[in-house]
């Protein structure tokens, strides 16, 4: 749907599509946030108060989300895939609520979310994938009929390299973030349509896939920021304390209360 509406089927985008290799697998939630063991509950608390808080099921998919400060969330599941997500402010106000749609072998076709409080928001979002599994494309329909389109390449290690955005009422191409990966390190470009930079975020990263160091540029103003972080490690490898502090000056400590489910 997408290349015929907002691309042309180059060779590249064939090659890319159709090309063998095998399937990626897909992470949980627990993998998703770079996390280890059957972990039941988790909380980043920050100055004695709960700053981010996960519930897991069994298989490692999240089924409350909670952020005091802003919203909470609730899943639910069937046979391991999520098929209900119900979001709430912090007065537990239903916000909004969404809807995923699976084909015969159980992979995402269609997710329908729904605004309670803004109808202008409702839309339908699909997705096409390549033969590997890579989501290759994200197509939302709005209610007022205009599209918003991502589209996404990929490395050979399933790593994202190229995400482009396109203008939902033009289909205009907008905007393009661009990704490089070496060991320990993960580069991040944002392009405009005239492919002028407009922002740039460097993370070098720990044995644990974490960063320990983060350089951000936003051309706006021309703001520079590096922000450092050290961290220890409870015996899952999931860090418990955070350290972080901001253009050299100590900023916070973060800690985590991390239950894991009894084997």
Same mark, same amino acid.
């Given at each position: ?11 590249e985008?064939?090659f ?7 399937k ?7 993998k !998703?946030? +770079?996390?280890?063991?059957? %972990?039941?509950? #988790?909380?980043?608390?920050? $100055? ?5 808080? @996960? ?17 909470y969330?609730?899943e ?26 699976y ?5 995402l ?22 033969? !590997?599994? +890579?989501?290759?494309?994200? %197509?939302?329909? #709005?209610?007022?009929?205009? $599209? ?5 390449? @990929? ?28 060991e ?12 002028e930079?407009?922002?740039?975020k ?7 896939n ?43 400590q ?9 084997i």
């Amino acid at each position: 749907m997408y290349y015929s509406l907002y691309q042309r089927k180059t060779l590249e985008y064939l090659f890319n599509k159709y090309k063998f290799g095998s399937k990626r697998k897909e992470q949980n939630d627990i993998k !998703r946030l +770079n996390l280890n063991g059957k %972990i039941k509950n #988790y909380k980043i608390i920050c $100055d004695n108060t709960i700053i981010q808080e @996960y519930e897991f099921n069994e298989l490692g998919f999240i089924v409350l989300e909670f952020n005091p400060k802003e919203y909470y969330m609730n899943e639910f599941y069937d046979n391991g895939l999520i098929k209900e997500k119900r979001v709430f402010d912090s007065n537990d106000k239903n916000l909004c609520t969404e809807y995923f749609h699976y084909n015969n072998l159980g992979v995402l076709e269609e997710k329908i979310v729904g605004y309670h409080n803004n109808l202008q928001k409702n839309y339908d979002e699909y997705y096409e994938y390549d033969r !590997r599994g +890579n989501t290759t494309a994200i %197509i939302r329909q #709005y209610v007022n009929y205009n $599209d918003d389109v991502e589209t996404f390449k @990929y490395n050979s290690k399933y790593q994202i390299t190229d995400h482009y955005i396109f203008d939902k009422s033009s289909r205009n191409f907008i905007g393009r973030f661009k990704y490089k990966f070496r060991e320990f390190l993960t580069l991040e470009k944002y392009f405009s349509e005239d492919n002028e930079l407009l922002s740039s975020k460097k993370c070098t990263l720990d044995l644990h896939n974490n960063p320990i160091q983060v350089e951000k540029y936003v051309k706006f103003m021309n703001l520079k920021s590096t922000t450092n972080y050290l961290y220890s490690y409870d015996k899952h490898q999931n860090w418990v304390t955070r350290d972080q502090s901001l253009n050299g000056t100590k900023k916070v400590q973060e800690t985590t209360q991390i239950e894991y489910f009894e084997i």
